[in-house]
């Protein structure tokens, strides 16, 4: 079974309308974090945001915000006001201490689409 | 200044040849990686190096050989390549080998095989 399931494969959307990007996580540590990183066109991932799974407060940065749940183990991302140059392929990822290995797994990936 | 860093940026080849990919970190960093992104875009885990050393090796062909000279490099050098290895390659570091750690990822070498 997958660590992280990113559901939506491709988004689409109008430029100025908000969109949520799903991340759900499966985990049998209580010390773990999450991730998510942006894939524009350029090809580049960018770090985004880090949390770790004692911090439950919402983020917000900008347009950005997260909303973390450990009672649905979601972790999600939600883009207000889209533009353009959000276009690009979000991913979520899982970091956790388990067997001592803390390579991160990531999801496959959402794809947005913004639309002027 | 360019944090983490690849090259060459892309590597087209013919099957069989063998080719090498660089990647440095000027981040002050202990831990490295490799990572492979196919054409659907799922990124998996190649290699992992912390301080020189391998700690992940993830049922990677022995085509692949990384090489680690010392903390701020980690190359990739690839054997006999095959159709199949034409993907993005991603180098990364962060600073530890630590469950808290963000990796930083390099901006990718597009390999093609032909």
């Known amino acids: 079974a997958q660590k992280v399931t990113q559901a939506q494969t491709e988004i689409s959307v109008v430029e100025k309308e908000d969109v949520t990007l799903d991340c759900v996580y499966e985990?049998?540590?209580?010390?773990?974090?999450l991730f998510w990183y942006k894939q524009p066109p350029s090809g580049e991932l960018v770090f985004l945001i880090r949390?770790?799974?004692?911090?439950?407060q919402n983020e917000i940065s900008g347009r950005y915000s997260w909303n973390f749940q450990k009672s649905t183990s979601s972790f999600n991302f939600t883009i207000t006001a889209s533009q353009v140059v959000d276009s690009a392929v979000y991913f979520c990822?899982?970091?956790?201490?388990?067997?001592?290995?803390?390579?991160?797994?990531f999801g496959r990936g959402t794809s947005l689409i913004v639309h002027p | 200044d360019t944090a983490v860093s690849q090259t060459p940026k892309y590597l087209v080849t013919q099957m069989g040849n063998d080719k090498s990919i660089k990647c440095e970190q000027n981040?002050?960093?202990?831990?490295m990686y490799w990572y492979k992104q196919d054409s659907k875009k799922f990124l998996k885990i190649m290699f992992s190096?912390?301080?020189?050393?391998?700690?992940i090796n993830e049922t990677v062909p022995n085509r692949f050989s990384p090489k680690s000279p010392d903390k701020a490099h980690l190359n990739l050098h690839i054997n006999s390549l095959e159709l199949g290895d034409s993907a993005v390659y991603f180098c990364?570091?962060?600073?530890?080998?630590?469950?808290?750690?963000?990796?930083?990822f390099g901006p990718g070498t597009r390999l093609l095989v032909l």
């Open positions: 949390r770790n799974s004692f911090d439950e």
């Open positions: 981040l002050g960093h202990d831990t």
């Open positions: 985990t049998r540590d209580t010390t773990y974090y």
């Open positions: 990364a570091s962060s600073q530890a080998d630590r469950v808290q750690e963000t990796q930083y």
């Open positions: 990822a899982l970091s956790e201490g388990a067997g001592g290995s803390y390579i991160p797994t």
């Open positions: 190096y912390n301080n020189k050393e391998l700690i």
